[in-house]
């Protein structure tokens, strides 16, 4: 059975640091691989993606620079680098297995999601 376990969470204060790992129970280099967020009252949105082998990876402008996404495949593991949060951030954060692209169409697994809250 496919799972994906989030951690890393938690509550920072603006302008702080958190890294999310996303933990795979299958054989990883598979899919690709991507993070999104939910925030309260608001739809899901694209974070970043990441294709199975690293080589490629993308990001809405509006979180380029600030955010990283990148994958070990050997540890069947996603992480996911957020620098500078803002309280704008706060937001529950999931990772998703599936294709390349920043549609959540494309993605056919999804982990049970961790909370991330930036504080002002």
């Known amino acids: 059975q496919v799972q994906l376990v989030e951690s890393g969470g938690g509550l920072v204060q603006a302008g702080g640091s958190l890294r999310l790992s996303c933990a795979a129970s299958?054989?990883?280099?598979?899919?690709?691989m991507g993070w999104f967020r939910q925030a309260p009252g608001k739809e899901r949105e694209f974070v970043a993606g990441i294709s199975r082998w690293g080589g490629t990876t993308n990001y809405p402008d509006s979180l380029k620079g600030r955010f990283s996404i990148s994958r070990d495949n050997a540890k069947n593991t996603v992480y996911l680098q957020m620098n500078s949060l803002k309280p704008e951030d706060t937001a529950v954060y999931y990772c998703a297995a599936g294709s390349y692209g920043s549609n959540q169409r494309r993605y056919d697994f999804w982990g049970q999601g961790t909370q991330v809250t930036v504080s002002s």
């Open positions: 299958w054989i990883f280099t598979s899919y690709d």
